[in-house]
């Protein structure tokens, strides 16, 4: 059965009563059981983690090493600064599918550069909660798929 990490970056914990005309109305909490519930459905693992500690966050990555399969990443804030977080997913050779709710790349100047961009596998954004669905699911439809199909496993090398 496939294992895959879900990590939530900082001020994620507020959603639902942060910027809504961004970040829509519904809690951390309320997506993370959405997320639960796809996980059962299509048969995999599912841990969640949230945390506004960039350090915090590197560690996840890290410690996912030889335990999880994947890796559905919203870096939020740190999309656009953490070279840390870029370099840890890098380093594990994870396949990593990046998340954001809304659309960075329609936003301010400043959120339309992914650092994390040229490491992953891809990048769903823009389509509120069901961005991290579309995701999760992107990701499990690529470890479905053999091994000698699965491109940009390590991208950014």
């Known amino acids: ?36 519930d796809l996980a059962r459905k299509e048969g995999v693992t599912v841990e969640i983690f949230q945390s506004n500690s960039e350090g915090a966050l590197v560690d996840q ?12 990443i919203n870096p939020a804030a740190y999309t656009h600064t953490s070279i840390a977080i870029r370099d840890a997913i890098l380093s594990v050779g994870i396949p990593t599918v990046e998340v954001h709710l809304s659309n960075i790349h329609s936003r301010e100047a400043f959120r339309k550069t992914s650092l994390i961009a040229d490491v ?7 389509f509120g909660p069901q961005s991290y669905l579309l995701g999760f699911l ?7 798929k053999p091994v000698h199909l699965q491109k940009g496993k390590r991208k950014g090398k």
């Open 138 to 144: 992107g990701i499990i439809e690529y470890l479905r």
């Open 120 to 126: 992953v596998i891809g990048q769903v954004s823009g």
């Open 1 to 36: 059965m496939a294992r895959i990490l879900v990590l939530h970056g900082p001020n994620l914990n507020l959603l639902g009563i942060r910027e809504p005309e961004h970040y829509g109305t519904l809690r951390l909490s309320e997506i993370d059981q959405q997320i639960t």
């Open 61 to 72: 990555i890290q410690q996912a090493l030889g335990q999880f399969d994947a890796l559905v």
